[in-house]
């Protein structure tokens, strides 16, 4: 599929449209650059390929002038937090590139696992799986903890990122940090005010996982890369999002051996709640299980900040319960849990947030349905780019800045 396939879309070019109408001398942000871009920080949510609406939302809000800091996912937002920084430098326009990157994306081919495998993810997407497959992979999930080894994927998000000069976390560090020619805080009109230190800039990427032998939440690359590797710098950022997305059954969990082992890194683990042995290897799972929307990356509650960090997430709000009456429902609704609960508490407890963050509806589509028709896939974009215009329709930067200062005075 080529890239127009999806930015030439007539729904797309309507919405399109509209965005622009929308944005022009609207505020989004304190912060601008020199070429009037301005900049927010990003949080997205995983929930598979369904993270086809993530580009299409980001590709929009690229379109109403707005530039990304700091990113950060779980899961399938974990992907697209990543590439968002390895597509180009700060204050480019960087959606178009992901789009070709989703585009060339052999989603079909990270089922890599047992054939039989794709039947039973093919039975249980049409709500019921044959005995009969259950059985013939049933060694297999035993033996392997998962349908999929996951390395197709790895090497995928490898070599797309080597098509932009990326190897290690170092080269996409230093890229993320390319210095921005006019960087301001700005007032209401967009008038420079303050220009922006490059030490106040300091743009992250948080990369959420489960380490399951220590039942510890760790965000990569860092904080908690240290505990991982003897040289974060030169990690491979594909073993950030590889550790992210190990969905439970369909992947094998993500191994990271050789760790380092020192009186500091012991200390370290300690602080991150785990007082025992400091393990031999870490075992990922997908960091949606406690944590699928992690919208607390780069919250700041002393202070208003110069720039809102924007939530996107996958599906809609909480509505009428799921009737329960069958095991794939069951099974469902307890990974829904487990991947939603602890953020929806943090939105509840902020409810400051909720005017930051967006739900993307996305229809019928299933989250592990890895066979995406074309058809399929240029409609999520679609509903990405009409959540983001109904977002910045309503969107009032200065009112949330005003709900902020008034929970810093209560």
Known sequence: MGTSVFTQNARVLEHIEQIKLISQSKRFSDIQDAEGFQYVDLVMEGGGVLGLALVGYTYALEQAGIRFRSTAGTSAGAINALFLQVVGAPNEAKSTHMVKVVADMPMAEFQDGNPAGKLAVSGMLEGSVV???????????????GLN????FHQWVTDSMKQYGIRNWAQLKAQMNIPIDGLAKCDEEGFAETPVSEESW????KVVAAEVSTTTKLTLPEPDGELLYLDIDEANPADF???SMSVPVFFEPYRIKG???????????EKRGHSGTVPDEAVFIDGGVISNFPIAAFHTQASIPR?????????V????PTKIDSLVKLFGGTVSLMRSDADDEFIRANPDYKQVVKEIPTGHHHWLNFSLEDDAKVDLFARGVEAAKEFLQ??????????????LKA
């Open 131 to 145: 005995m009969p497959v259950i059985f013939s992979v049933f060694g297999g999930v035993l033996s392997d903890l």
């Open 241 to 243: 999002v590889r550790a």
């Open 259 to 269: 760790l380092p082992r020192s009186k500091f890194i012991k200390e370290e683990w």
């Open 202 to 205: 300091s743009p992250q990427l």
């Open 394 to 407: 309503t969107f009032d930067w200065e009112n949330y800045k005003q709900t902020r200062a008034a929970l």
């Open 307 to 315: 720039m809102p960090t924007f939530g996107i997430k996958l599906g």
């Open 149 to 152: 080894p996951g390395l197709r």
């Open 317 to 320: 709000e909480k509505g009428e």
